[in-house]
């Protein structure tokens, strides 16, 4: 087995899927180009990376001497500016780089990040090199959306699927907010027709509107500055633009998650005490907050999506 500084994200360690690429590593047997699809588009970076990393030490006793995200046989494409796109320029500049021979190691490995945000002229141009791939390189293709890429570049690459990686929510004061959301929901089937109660359900709803927003906007700076660190300083100023957009869409995503778990444990204790309609109102409830997931995967503002979902909370936690 070849050497490795850089570990598997412990969420993967001793799945199937991490089995067949060590042992196709070791016999020298691995695929030219790989899809690596899963849910938490962070987690897929690590794994890129520790899969890069045992490609840059292929022929060596050693580990890499140096980090996969500072190697210079390491090649790395992100989606960039506010649009989030992997335009034709960048993949043809990259083709471009790749066909030379590495520099340190016996081998070389492009990473695309974001791999469906590719556009139709670039899909198109990665295509070509799918079809004539450079020697001893390895083209690793990340995405949370595999089914976006064109049908022929799947058709053309290894498929591994790495489920059940979304990393835990790193907010500060996060649970805090869930609790007082749960307690929230209690108070709204208790009734707040009218009066103080009605004033109050309001209020709170935008406290938590307003808390969230802090939130998600502090825990997305400390998050980009610590991913900035661990990034190439060659970076340009779309690609970190990119990145940023990134990590806010991320942590705003599994905030979300974490919303759709504490209404349904607030259903299932309403269950438990007998109330048949906790089910209903439950389905009603995450309908409305896959809208408003929906509505933030084409950037709406977070915390009008947000208030959105709440308004229709308040509507039909209070119908009983």
């Known amino acids: 087995m070849t050497a490795a500084a850089v570990p598997w994200p412990p969420a993967l360690v001793g799945t199937p899927a991490i089995e067949v690429i060590e042992r196709a590593i070791g016999r020298g047997r691995l695929s030219h180009s790989l899809l690596l699809a899963g849910d938490d588009q962070e987690g897929l970076s690590a794994a890129g990376l520790a899969l890069a990393d045992r490609l840059l030490s292929l022929g060596s ?6 980090p996969p995200e500072r190697h210079p046989d390491c090649f790395q494409i992100r989606p960039a500016g506010k649009s989030r796109q992997i335009s034709a320029t960048a993949v ?27 556009t139709s002229a670039a899909a198109n141009i990665l295509l070509k090199t799918l079809e004539e791939p450079p020697k001893a390189t390895t083209l690793l293709l990340l995405t949370c959306r595999p089914y976006a890429l064109l ?9 591994f699927r790495f489920p059940g990686m979304a990393s835990a929510v790193r907010v500060e004061g996060w649970e805090a907010w869930l609790s007082d959301y749960r307690e929230w929901l209690g108070r709204l089937g208790q009734g707040v027709a009218a009066g103080r109660a009605a004033a109050d359900g309001i209020f709170t709803l ?12 502090k825990a997305s700076a400390a998050e980009g500055a610590r991913r900035k660190e661990a990034l190439s300083e060659a970076l340009d100023d779309e690609e970190l633009a990119a990145i ?5 869409v991320g942590l705003r995503l599994r905030m979300f ?9 607030h259903a299932l204790e309403l269950l438990k005490a007998g109330d048949a309609g906790a089910r209903r109102l439950l389905t009603a409830s995450v309908d409305s907050l896959e809208r408003s997931a929906g509505l933030l995967r084409v950037n709406l503002n977070d915390s009008a999506a947000l208030e959105d979902f709440l308004l229709a909370s308040l509507r039909i936690w209070t119908r009983r």
């Not at 043809?92 to 590719?118: P, Q, T």
């Not at 049908?151 to 498929?159: A, E, G, M, Y």
């Open 257 to 265: 998650a974490g919303i759709e778990e504490a209404t349904s444990a």
């Open 206 to 217: 935008y406290g938590l509107v307003a808390r969230y927003a802090g939130m998600l906007d």
């Open 244 to 248: 940023e957009t990134e990590i806010s």
């Open 61 to 66: 006793t050693a580990p890499s001497p140096y």
């Open 151 to 159: 049908p022929t570049i799947r058709s053309r690459v290894l498929h």
């Open 92 to 118: 043809r500049e990259l083709v471009g780089r790749i066909n030379v021979s590495s520099s340190v190691s016996a081998h070389k490995v492009v990473i695309f990040h974001d791999a469906d945000r590719m």
